[in-house]
């Protein structure tokens, strides 16, 4: 029996929360033996790369004991996080306006992320940057003045310096920045230019609403629905090799991974190797998150029970760098 446990991170408004995957197969879950046409090639295994499972973080940050009810069952080792029971949360700008959707590029300190334009309050969104420790404050691009901007949905490509975005002037597409040449002035309102190149096209500026690219930087999952009317929504996740994106449709390329209505997830994210994915699904009066292969679809582990159980909201799942642990916001219902 699968035994998962969770730690604290920070408590604010909302409490970003880690849940531990643990090690094992998923029961009941076939195997396929082969990889799937347009995902890269990477060997089939249910739940590779998970490892033993991460040791609870007390408030005393000292490494405790996970309850399990199997009977027999030892402790294993694994990671234990470094964290620092008196910190406090570390503003990094000062824009007057909105910096949104931070993304960590995995090969410096830099973390760039959604802004709106220089005294602007709202939209649209230029790409910004700032290092880790709040220096060098600066913009990686900027687009037109008009419609939500050229920044949405940040997900780093890997290690490459290529940065993914959700780009919505005139028409609406996932684009690939190569951050190598910024600071850039984007002039153009669609299509590829010197520094942006078209990835998929989302029809009818239908949103997008999701993106995530594995930290190996082979594989993207993206979001997108039909229609603008939330009455008769169909929202498909779809995933596809990033090598593959050359500008076809998001809502008719790649392979579909979900199919969803009105109650659409909120938030996904992918293993490093791209061989599971975590996201945040309806359940109850709230949500939870399940962990799925990505290969067969099947649920592995709900991750969360919350949300069936007080209407919990669960939600936006990051995956973390080794495949050990999930980061997420979780917000209590009210009343």
């Given at each position: 029996?699968?035994?998962?446990?969770?730690?604290?991170?920070?408590?604010?408004?909302?409490?970003?929360?880690?849940?531990?995957?643990?090690?094992?197969?998923?029961?009941?879950?076939?195997?396929?033996?082969?990889?799937?046409?347009?995902?890269p090639?990477?060997?089939?295994?249910?739940?590779?790369?998970?490892?033993?499972?991460?040791?609870?973080?007390?408030?005393?940050?000292?490494?405790?004991?996970?309850?399990t009810?199997?009977p027999?069952?030892?402790?294993p080792g694994?990671?234990t996080?470094?964290i620092?029971?008196g910190?406090?949360?570390?503003?990094?700008?000062?824009?007057?306006?909105?910096?949104?959707?931070?993304?960590?590029?995995?090969?410096?300190?830099?973390?760039?992320?959604?802004?709106?334009?220089?005294?602007?309050?709202g939209?649209?969104?230029d790409?910004?940057?700032?290092?880790?420790?709040?220096?060098?404050?600066?913009i990686?691009?900027?687009?037109?003045?008009q419609?939500?901007?050229?920044?949405?949905?940040?997900?780093?490509?890997?290690?490459?310096?290529?940065?993914?975005?959700?780009?919505?002037?005139?028409i609406?597409?996932?684009?690939?920045?190569d951050?190598?040449?910024?600071?850039?002035?984007?002039?153009?309102?669609?299509?590829?230019?010197?520094?942006?190149?078209?990835?998929?096209?989302?029809?009818g500026?239908?949103g997008?609403?999701?993106?995530s690219v594995?930290?190996?930087?082979?594989t993207?999952?993206?979001?997108?629905?039909?229609?603008?009317?939330?009455?008769?929504?169909?929202?498909?996740?779809?995933?596809a090799?990033?090598?593959?994106?050359?500008?076809?449709?998001?809502?008719?390329?790649?392979?579909?991974?979900?199919?969803?209505?009105?109650?659409?997830?909120?938030?996904?994210?992918?293993?490093?190797?791209a061989?599971?994915?975590?996201?945040?699904?309806?359940?109850?009066?709230?949500?939870?998150?399940?962990?799925?292969?990505?290969?067969?679809?099947?649920?592995?582990?709900?991750?969360?029970?919350?949300g069936?159980s007080?209407?919990?909201?669960?939600m936006?799942?990051?995956?973390?760098p080794d495949?050990?642990?999930?980061?997420?916001?979780?917000?209590?219902?009210?009343g």
């Amino acid at each position: 029996m699968k035994q998962l446990k969770f730690f604290g991170l920070l408590i604010l408004l909302m409490t970003i929360t880690a849940a531990c995957i643990m090690n094992g197969e998923p029961e009941n879950t076939p195997v396929p033996e082969t990889s799937v046409p347009g995902t890269p090639n990477i060997p089939i295994d249910p739940a590779p790369g998970l490892g033993t499972p991460a040791v609870v973080v007390s408030a005393t940050g000292q490494p405790t004991a996970p309850a399990t009810t199997e009977p027999g069952a030892t402790v294993p080792g694994g990671i234990t996080p470094q964290i620092n029971p008196g910190s406090q949360p570390r503003q990094l700008t000062d824009s007057p306006g909105e910096d949104l959707d931070p993304a960590w590029d995995p090969n410096s300190p830099m973390i760039a992320y959604m802004t709106t334009k220089p005294g602007a309050l709202g939209r649209p969104y230029d790409i910004g940057a700032v290092n880790s420790d709040g220096s060098d404050q600066r913009i990686l691009a900027s687009g037109p003045n008009q419609d939500i901007g050229i920044a949405g949905e940040l997900s780093w490509v890997g290690k490459t310096g290529q940065l993914m975005t959700n780009d919505r002037i005139s028409i609406h597409e996932y684009m690939t920045f190569d951050t190598s040449k910024a600071p850039f002035d984007r002039a153009s309102t669609n299509g590829n230019d010197a520094a942006f190149t078209q990835s998929l096209v989302i029809a009818g500026g239908m949103g997008g609403d999701g993106l995530s690219v594995s930290r190996d930087g082979l594989t993207a999952m993206w979001m997108i629905r039909t229609s603008h009317d939330p009455s008769s929504w169909v929202v498909t996740v779809r995933t596809a090799a990033v090598s593959d994106l050359s500008g076809q449709s998001a809502s008719e390329f790649g392979r579909v991974l979900l199919t969803e209505g009105r109650d659409f997830n909120r938030g996904f994210s992918m293993a490093p190797d791209a061989s599971f994915f975590v996201f945040s699904v309806k359940s109850g009066d709230g949500y939870d998150l399940s962990l799925r292969d990505i290969f067969t679809r099947e649920e592995i582990q709900r991750l969360t029970t919350t949300g069936a159980s007080n209407g919990a909201l669960n939600m936006y799942p990051d995956v973390s760098p080794d495949g050990l642990l999930v980061a997420f916001s979780s917000r209590q219902r009210r009343g």
